[in-house]
Nanobody, 114 residues
């Protein structure tokens, strides 16, 4: 059984920063890829950033502002979000894959006030 625990969301003013964390527990030793998605009210869930052992990928609108990273030993993926904009307001979900099985976190709210 895999559980993903997210933390780090909150309310921040435009231009501010937040760091999201997602830690996996259970018997699985590693996940690949690991990533972050988000869903704003009335919109579909969209990819924000993903990372594999060899590459990273970002949504165009966050590239240069957000940085994804991971700690293999802790089975944790992070999302450092800088220069936040009101358009970044959404519920952010961690997504990881192991042996073709996808696991989602419970989501953490990020609200950016202008």
């Amino acid at each position: 059984q895999v559980q993903l625990v997210e933390s780090g969301g909150g309310l921040v003013q435009a231009g501010g920063s937040l760091r999201l964390s997602c830690s996996g527990s259970g018997s699985i030793l590693s996940f690949d890829p690991m990533g972050w998605y988000r869903q704003a009210p009335g919109k579909q869930r969209e990819l924000v950033a993903t990372t594999t052992a060899s590459s990273t990928n970002y949504k165009d609108s966050v590239r240069g502002r957000f940085t994804i990273s991971r700690d293999y030993g802790k089975k944790t993926v992070y999302l450092q979000m800088n220069q936040l904009e009101s358009e970044d307001t959404a519920v952010y979900y961690c997504r990881v894959v192991h042996a073709s099985t996808i696991y989602w976190g419970q989501g953490t709210q990020v609200t950016v006030s202008s």
